[in-house]
């Protein structure tokens, strides 16, 4: 899979976690601190991922990156 692609699909999934619709989200966009994920949040975009991607990931190491574009990189290691 594209980049491109794990990266419009990880947008999806922010959108919908964060409810963030019409707010442009960049790859360095913290999901904490400019985002505003709390941890209930970090766990549900996790849950997200792995269903979006059909993947299992590492939880610990998921909840250890901070931004989308490092989302978007660790998520490559498992398409």
């Known amino acids: 899979m594209e980049r491109n692609d794990i990266k ?3 947008l999806k999934v922010i959108s ?3 409810d963030t619709e019409g ?3 960049g790859e360095d966009d913290n999901f904490v601190f400019d985002l505003g994920a ?13 269903e979006e991607f059909n993947i299992e990931m590492d939880e610990d190491k998921a ?4 931004t989308v574009g490092a989302a978007v990189d660790f998520i490559a290691q498992y398409v």
């Open 23 to 25: 707010v442009v989200i």
């Open 16 to 18: 919908e976690v964060l």
């Open 63 to 66: 909840l250890e990156v901070q």
């Open 8 to 10: 419009t699909k990880v």
């Open 38 to 50: 709390d941890s209930m949040q970090s766990l549900q975009l996790v849950a997200g991922f792995e």
